[in-house]
């Protein structure tokens, strides 16, 4: 199946930094022991290669690592600028099919090769057992599939899977349905597989850049060691924002700490501006007005938790919603009133200063950091006028507000709308549902290592840290271990471990102050076997 069509790429729009640095915080859904979740659709989505439906509250997965055309070539090959191969995917999972979806920015498209990696073209790799095997080849669980812009079949199992392509003004959108029978894995809660995305930029005589959400190396097409991890997640989403349950309040310090890893991040969906969209106003991508938020409640407060990633955070205008700050709205009966009603339709202000706004009505705390900052709050129900009953719905919208120059408002980002309206127009406020207890709040949680009879590498914790972390891994036989840090560029930074260990179960401190923030590499190896997972630095 293939849709094409002309849109004007207005709202849903996402930049580029110049630097292509990778934003602060957490990039995508990764739980604490370094697996993405890809949650569950409530309902499937409509393929036609339109970004709607739940796909508005699918967490993002960043296709931020850039690997050059050569597997030996010592640095990656970047992209021109944010209009050159940037890349947002999303991904949802039901009892039959596998979902995708991709935005990809690119301002040139050539499909003239006659081999099909090296044109325009997005490429999806699964390893169904999570086996990372190490040796070239892949096993009977483990498969690369690819899609070519412009073509109408793909090269996955059967060929029974479905996509759609569409044009955009500044690139394209795909979106693709696998079904259960070509998958090398089940379709089940909590599964766990090696996963990784990778877009082919073609711009001139050769393939340029390949943009990946894991790894930099380009040898992925033949040894699954390379693989990141993802797991199916218990957690629905849908176009109604579902607002889970906690059973214990948060600790409101400004910090995101493992408990809200367990609620789904969703997403940055629209840019504004206060004249109008202006996209060429954006200086750049993940470090200029571009967040992520996480939301849950109890009975007595609701909460939230915004991660904004800013290269200047400016609070020197006269008038708050000038300032860089977070705007939280709601509309307590989803009565879609074209005014506020002054009864339950609230807009509260954080401006990242940590005082100025609405502080004195909530419980709220804000970190600035180098590159951006983090809110977090919690609200009581009182100061809403409404109760949080669950199946019912209510309105909602989070907006950020950014200066740069400290002479005007830049830009806003929200989840929903893209009209400058929500202060004074809740009918535009997107729809949520309390939706009960997160199932992930009473589930048994894995370890940090999963596999604690073999050779195994952990997620380091706390993952992003400052600048102090542990890292667990397990030794399968007494042999010769190493363990090493790398940066983005491949270049080693600190060698942790060296040295002959016995079996079982060890850990390691991991002291990052002489590094810039940032994201690495850690790689485990004896013998034959090697792990490799990524970690940030935030200073």
């Not at 849709?3 to 207005?10: E, H, N």
């Not at 960043?62 to 890349?87: G, I, R």
């Amino acid at each position: 199946m293939k849709v094409w069509s002309r849109v004007l790429f207005i709202s849903l729009c996402f930049v580029l930094v110049a630097g292509l640095a990778h934003a602060v915080g957490t990039d995508s859904w990764v739980d604490k022991d370094g697996f993405l979740q890809i949650p569950r659709a409530a309902a499937p989505p409509v393929l036609d290669g339109e970004l709607d439906g739940a796909w508005l509250t699918a967490p993002i997965i960043k296709c931020d690592t850039y690997t050059s055309q050569d597997p030996d070539a010592p640095e990656a090959n970047d992209p021109d600028d944010f209009l050159d191969n940037t890349v947002e995917a999303r991904a949802m999972w039901d009892d039959e099919f596998f979902y995708f979806f991709a935005r990809v920015i690119d301002d040139e498209i050539s499909t003239s090769s006659t081999d099909s990696w090296m044109n325009d073209s997005f490429e999806i790799y699964f390893d169904g057992e999570n086996n990372k095997k190490e040796t070239s080849g892949y096993d009977d669980v483990t498969v690369q599939w690819r899609w070519v812009f412009d073509e109408a079949a793909g090269n996955p199992g059967s060929g029974t899977e479905e996509f759609a392509w569409v044009v955009t003004d500044y690139g394209y959108d795909f979106e693709l349905k696998i079904p259960l029978a070509d998958l090398p894995m089940p379709l089940a809660a909590d599964h766990e597989f090696g996963f990784e995305i990778q877009h082919n930029d073609r711009d001139n005589e050769d393939r340029d850049h390949l943009a990946r959400w894991w790894h930099t190396s380009n040898l992925s097409w033949n040894n699954a060691s390379y693989f990141g991890n993802a797991m199916l997640s218990q957690v629905e989403v849908d176009e109604i924002l579902p607002v889970y349950k906690t059973d214990t309040p948060f600790d409101i310090d400004g910090d995101l700490d493992d408990k809200w890893l367990l609620f789904p991040q969703h997403p940055q969906n629209t840019w504004v501006t206060d004249g109008g969209w202006d996209f060429e106003s954006l200086d750049s991508y993940w470090y200029d007005c571009y967040m992520h938020f996480r939301v849950a409640y109890d009975d007595d407060y609701f909460y939230a938790f915004v991660d904004q990633a800013d290269q200047i955070n400016d609070v020197s205008l006269s008038a708050d919603h000038e300032k860089d700050s977070v705007e939280l709205y709601w509309d307590g009966d989803n009565s879609k009133g074209s005014v506020y009603d002054n009864v339950n339709d609230t807009q509260f202000r954080w401006v990242s200063d940590g005082v100025t706004g609405d502080y004195d009505k909530s419980t709220a705390a804000a970190f600035v950091h180098a590159e951006g900052f983090f809110l977090e709050v919690a609200v009581p129900w009182e100061s809403l006028n409404f109760e949080p009953l669950e199946g019912e719905l209510f309105g909602f919208e989070v907006q950020t507000n950014d200066t740069d120059d400290g002479v005007s408002r830049a830009h806003m980002g929200r989840w929903w709308s893209n009209s400058n309206d929500s202060w004074r127009d809740p009918s535009i406020f997107g729809v949520a549902v309390f939706a009960g207890l997160n199932p992930y709040l009473t589930s048994v949680r894995r370890p940090n290592v999963t596999r604690v009879d073999g050779f195994d590498l952990g997620q380091n914790y706390p993952n992003p840290f400052n600048p102090v972390t542990t890292i667990h891994y397990v030794v399968r036989q007494r042999e010769n271990v190493r363990l090493t840090v790398y940066d983005m560029l491949g270049k080693e930074v600190a060698t942790l471990v060296n040295e002959v260990k016995n079996i079982g179960q060890h850990e390691v401190t991991f002291n990052a102050s002489d590094l810039a923030s940032g994201n690495y590499f850690y790689r485990l190896e004896a013998g034959d076997q090697v792990i490799t997972k990524k970690m940030t630095l935030l200073k």
